[in-house]
């Protein structure tokens, strides 16, 4: 896979992420963790795979989003397809994905970081687990964690 390093960022930066999650609970806590860390973030919800696939290949799409947060398990199309998918479409290459999941086996977040992931990362089970979470999806794309996928 090519080098997908996140690009240098100053001050007036603003992450636009991508949520990819299919439980609303989830949804709303991860958005308010997001409210804690030490940038802004905008962030745009899809409930499934599909409807993901639908955003990031509309004509201003792989423009539209700096880092997709992508939740594995959903129906109608679940994240590992999600992921195979856009590592597979060279649009995509430089775009990081995160993997947040409630599968927390070592196995399933490496395969997952085989897979393309820049970084798989198991869901908080506290509301300050969440927020300091949401800090290191900030610091995977600010470059202060970065995982190289290769």
């Known amino acids: ?3 997908t390093r996140p690009r240098p960022i100053d001050s007036g930066d603003i ?3 991508l949520l990819v999650e299919d439980d609303p609970d989830d949804v709303h ?9 030490s940038i802004p973030v905008t962030m745009t919800h899809a409930e499934n795979g599909r409807v993901a696939l639908e955003l990031l290949t509309a ?11 992508l939740d594995l398990n ?3 199309l679940d994240g590992w397809t999600v992921l195979k998918t856009l590592r597979a479409d060279r ?5 990081p994905i995160c993997v947040l999941t409630t599968l927390s086996e070592p196995d399933v977040l490496a395969e997952a970081r085989h897979l393309g992931a820049n970084a798989a990362l198991s869901k908080g089970t506290t ?11 900030v ?3 600010t470059g202060a964690m970065f995982h190289d996928a290769a």
């Open 91 to 95: 649009r995509f290459d430089t775009l």
């Open 127 to 137: 509301f300050e687990a969440t927020c300091d979470i949401a800090q290191s999806i």
């Open 74 to 76: 959903m129906p109608v």
């Open 139 to 141: 610091d995977l794309w």
């Open 29 to 37: 806590v991860i958005r308010r963790a997001l409210r804690t860390v």
């Open 1 to 3: 896979m090519s080098d």
């Open 15 to 17: 992450l636009r992420l």
């Open 59 to 69: 004509p201003a799409g792989a423009a539209a989003f700096d880092m997709v947060l």
